[in-house]
């Protein structure tokens, strides 16, 4: 969408707000879902929180090497990266909308 309104560095400035958001969350759900059955509870919480904060300083070093390395639109950029932060908020609720009752 981004490409048609304005042009290849925009949409390029975009994804990459987008992507490191995504990539994060990436790591964070394989690093918390290794872990299976009820006899595991205490590695399921540890690699819940370890997991968050891999997560947050993943992305923090995302955001700041593209930041510092990559030609990009600022504000396209950090329209990307609130748009899929604000999509991962919304997701889980769209996608469990037949369940509600």
Excluded at 10 to 22: E, N, Q
Excluded at 39 to 45: H, T
Excluded at 47 to 55: D, I, M, N
Excluded at 65 to 85: E, P, Q, R, T
């Amino acid at each position: 969408m981004v490409f048609w309104a304005f042009d290849a560095l925009a949409a390029k400035s975009a994804f990459y707000g987008a992507l490191c958001v995504v990539l994060p969350h990436c790591v964070f759900t394989w690093y918390v879902f290794r872990f299976r059955g009820t006899d595991q509870l205490q590695l399921i919480l540890k690699s819940v929180y370890r997991g968050e904060t891999l997560k947050f300083l993943l992305m923090a070093l995302l955001v700041t090497a593209v930041l510092k390395h990559a030609v990009i639109v600022d504000w396209l950029f950090f329209a990307g990266l609130v748009s899929a932060l604000i999509l991962q908020m919304f997701l889980p609720i769209l996608i469990n909308y037949d369940n509600w009752d």
